[in-house]
């Protein structure tokens, strides 16, 4: 979860995007390696909202969120799953997609 903060650090102090974009990434490859759903869902929630959204497209964050939230379920850090769940939500919004579409994707990922 360290490189993901240092992450964030490094692009909102430093202003250096490709800095904060690479160390979030070793922090998502470092994933696999701890197994422990606790951290994931942090490590995916920076990803997303704090490394990765300035260098790919929001189409291809999405999935970040759809993991944090899966994890932060498996692993009871339900405020973060929450947190990855709004967030997502509004991206779909974001990305120009009508409200009721919005509102019926939504829907689909609460059940």
């Not at 994931?40 to 790919?56: E, P």
């Not at 339900?78 to 009508?98: C, D, P, Q, R, V």
Request: net charge negative.
């Amino acid at each position: 979860m360290s490189y993901a903060h240092y992450g964030m650090l490094l692009h909102s102090m430093f202003k250096d995007l490709e800095g904060g974009y690479q160390f979030g990434e070793l922090a998502l490859q470092l994933l696999p390696r701890f197994k422990n759903p606790a951290m994931d869902t942090h490590v995916w929630s920076m990803a997303a909202n704090c490394t990765h959204h300035w260098k790919i497209h929001i189409k291809e964050v999405l999935p970040f969120f759809q993991k944090g939230v899966e994890t932060g379920i498996e692993s009871g850090e339900l405020n973060i799953a929450a947190a990855n769940y709004l967030h997502e939500s509004y991206m779909i919004y974001f990305l120009g997609t009508a409200l009721p579409e919005v509102k019926e994707q939504i829907a689909n990922r609460s059940n």
